[in-house]
Structure formats: C-alpha cells, structure tokens
C-alpha cells in the first residue's frame, strides 16, 4: 500500500521511526527499482540546530515548508544526493533523512542506486508518479541511536536519538 499525505502529516520523529522497513520505489524507463529503508534521520525544525532551517527560511531550505510528503533533495559536498521526505505541518520545517536502504548503506549510495538527483528536489511523494514509499506488511524492530554527520550542531543535538535503525 503506498504511503498518503496522512502518513507524512504527523510529527517527524514518529514518522522516521515509522518509515524503517517501509519500501521506497522510483519508477524509472526501465521499470521500478526498489528498496527496503532500513534507516532514517529526524529533522525537527528551526530549534534544531542539524536541522537547515536552523536559521530560518532561504532559497535552499524552503521546500521544508512544503506540504507533508514533499521530496526535499539536496547535494551534500558537493558530491551526494541526499533525499529526504518532509514531515508535520505546512510552513513548519521538519524531513526525514533517508539515511540507508537495504543494498545501499548510505544516504548517498541509496540515492545513486535509485537513480535519484537534483532533479526530484520538490517532487511529491504522496502523489507524484517517480518516486513514493510502500507499507508491503513487512515489520521490524527499530532502535535508536545519535544522529550522525552533524558536528556543527550543538552537542544537545547531536546527542539526540533521532536515527531509527532497522535491527
């Protein structure tokens, strides 16, 4: 069953805790590629120093104030993809950080072994027709752990156990 808006359109660490075993899915020319996500990242807003809208709204972080379920993409060091689904309530800036997959452990090996750029940033995954998660009845037990790749934020928020990882 593909994810809707209500699934997205609640608090982001419920749904990064929600979306582990789900599965995501590009459909490309060539047919869907599909992948089990086995771990994520909450961002959790503008009091969230790891988070890009730490220091408010710009050019690059206002698909964060989209509707829930927006593709929000981003190019980390100039050299990954890194995707992830905004969450919560419109105009107040969470994502989940689509941090591993199944067969590609990594934010931005998952991104290269879908197929999926720059290009996606904005998409929907509620209702576009590239990119969306499945609930295929699949359950596994999460645990958390300290989100990682975040030391310009401060200690609190690294410290957080806001990655959810599949055991």
Known sequence: MRLGYDFFHRPCLEVARDLVGKVLIHQTPEGEKRLRITQTEAYCGEADTACHAHHGRTKRNEVLYAPAGTVYVYLCYGIHNLLNLVTGEE??????????????????????????GLDFNRASAVDGDELWVEDDGFRCSVKTAKRVGIGYASQEDQDRPWRFVAE
């Open 91 to 116: 105009g107040a800036p969470e994502a989940v950080l689509i941090r591993a997959c199944e067969g590609a452990e990594g934010p931005g090996k998952l991104t290269k072994a879908l197929g999926i």
